[in-house]
């Protein structure tokens, strides 16, 4: 029997679900048949980034903790990646190294050269297209 999915959520769409724990963005954490993988260098960006932001993050941190796996492993990027930032670098690193199926981000201005391509395995993808094949439209 084939497990879930696993997908590593870029510390960007963490920020945004703690930002507006009722936002769109909530609702791809309750996406079946994912198992969701994080790393203690993406909590502590994202708890950073709440904090620059005037919220408290301790408890979001934590139930991230409780919903995700969170992994230390990471595997060294293929030379001549488009990707400039350390931060990035370290990120799909660690999704490649925790041999996720997808790295998920809507950072466009650092990873757009990359959507649809997979490194080592792992599909970078934007959100708004997980989105679209995983969660069910809202009925308003």
Do not use: W
Request: net charge negative; hydrophobic share 40%; with cysteine.
């Amino acid at each position: 029997m084939i497990g879930p999915k696993r997908i590593f959520l870029d510390a960007n769409i963490l920020v945004a679900i703690g930002f507006r724990p009722n936002g769109e963005y909530r609702r791809l954490l309750d996406v079946d048949d994912v198992r969701y993988v994080t790393s203690e260098h993406i909590l502590s960006e994202v708890a950073e980034n709440l904090a620059d932001l005037g919220l408290a993050p301790a408890t979001f941190i934590e139930t991230l903790r409780q919903s995700m796996e969170v992994t230390d492993q990471v595997m060294k990027l293929p030379s001549g990646l488009p990707l400039s930032d350390d931060e990035d670098r370290q990120a799909l690193a660690e999704a490649i190294g925790a041999r996720c199926e997808e790295f998920v981000t809507f950072n466009s201005r650092d990873f757009s050269a990359l959507y649809g391509q997979r490194i080592y395995g792992v599909l970078i993808r934007h959100s708004a297209e997980f989105a679209r094949l995983h969660l069910v439209p809202n009925e308003e």
